[in-house]
């Protein structure tokens, strides 16, 4: 029988750990999910939950219900595609909320104008500096550093000071949502240019939740980086025997996920026209539960990017559709909760089944 797992330096790794039957599974779960808010829908509020009912209208489905699920988690999916790798290795990040809120509150500083109707803005964090009305690319970059830098940070805690993810990611969890709030002594910040604002406006933060995810999808799946992540996963210790770098590769991995909150933020920032200290509460949770629901194994080792997305439409659609039947709010997270525990119930059988048959 031909041998069908990919080797790393003698190391190997079963097909089945990249997670595509759960890929399957998710995927049904999905369709199951608005075949409910559609029946539900009909019986309950004699209306359709995904096809268009409006006789001026020409068009078969409600656009404008499907450009809000995709648009209401496309920030928050930004941020799973990192939460999804550093999962994948064995870790957690709990930090990439707090690192938004962080990031938004000092990229918005570099973004604003310089005027509002006529008059001088200032109330803009620099504006005696005259860093007022710059370049877009500044606040972008800006905000990118922030991102970085906050990851490394995590990254070198984990992989150099054998502190558990855990503990590192929640002290930086608490030390980013504390500088997001001394930047500005708790103040918003708000008036961004607009170029700033064009990264935030209409579908945008979906064509770059999109361009992402397509680009670390293609990564994981034939890179030796995405190789060496899944190595590590799978087998820390046999990776590290077969010459990987564990250490190194840590701190890119975590790093990654900073970059990509990173800009999560700056996407929320020019969404909103405003940054504030409390942004990004909870959405590390959120993320995480994308990935998990999206068939990704927290033991590490299995799980795609593909999955993740399809975890991220489950909620869109989740909350969409409580919206829909106009149940109040508290019953999304009381649902949300109820489906992260189903999720890792499913994993803990599929690896319990998995080590049976072995």
């Known amino acids: 029988m031909p041998d069908t797992s990919h080797g790393v330096g003698g ?22 999910i608005v075949v409910v808010f559609e029946l539900l829908g009909r019986i309950l509020m004699n209306d359709s939950f995904l096809f268009n009912t409006r006789e001026n209208v020409d068009a078969i489905f409600n656009m404008a219900r499907l450009e809000i699920i995709i648009l209401q988690v496309s920030i928050i999916g ?39 109707n006529g008059l001088e803005n200032t109330r803009a964090v620099f504006f005696d500096r005259g860093w007022v009305n710059l370049p877009v690319i500044v606040p972008v970059l800006v905000g990118l550093a922030c991102g970085l830098l906050a990851g490394f940070i995590n990254g070198l805690l984990i992989a150099y000071t054998r502190i558990p993810p855990f503990i590192a990611t929640l002290g930086m969890m608490v030390s980013a949502r504390g500088a997001a709030k001394w930047w500005t002594a708790g103040q918003p910040v708000s008036f961004p ?16 939740f999109a361009v992402l995810a397509i680009l670390f999808h293609l990564i994981l799946k034939y890179t030796v980086y995405g190789k060496h992540t899944y190595a590590i996963g799978s087998n820390e210790a046999a ?55 999206g068939g990704i194994s927290l033991a590490g080792g299995r799980g795609t990017i593909l999955g993740t997305v399809l975890g991220a439409l ?29 999720a890792v119930v499913l994993d803990q059988w599929r690896q319990s089944r998995a080590a049976a048959r072995s």
Do not use: W
């Not at 997670?19 to 369709?31: M, S, T």
């Not at 999804?84 to 809120?101: A, E, H, N, P, R």
């Not at 010459?243 to 999560?264: D, E, P, S, W």
């Open 239 to 293: 990776a590290r025997m077969s010459g990987i770098n564990v250490a190194r590769h840590k701190v890119l991995v975590y790093t990654i996920a900073g970059f990509l909150a990173g800009i999560a933020a700056i996407v929320l920032s020019a969404k909103n026209l405003t940054a504030q200290a409390g942004m990004g509460v909870m959405y590390e949770l959120d993320a995480i539960a994308m990935a998990v629901i």
């Open 11 to 32: 190391l190997s790794f079963e097909q089945s750990k990249l997670g595509l039957p759960a890929e399957a599974g998710v995927a049904i779960a999905l369709a199951l």
């Open 193 to 208: 240019t607009e170029g700033y604002a064009a990264i935030g406006k209409g579908m945008m933060p979906v064509v770059i």
């Open 78 to 116: 930004i941020i799973a595609l990192g939460v999804t790798q550093v999962i994948i290795t064995g870790g957690i990040d709990l930090s990439s909320g707090s690192v938004v809120g962080m990031t938004a509150m000092i990229a918005m500083s570099f973004a604003q104008v310089g005027e509002i």
């Open 314 to 342: 489950i909620f869109g659609v989740i909350i969409s559709g409580f919206t829909f039947l106009r149940l109040d709010a508290y019953y999304q997270e009381m649902v949300k909760g109820a489906i992260i525990v189903g």
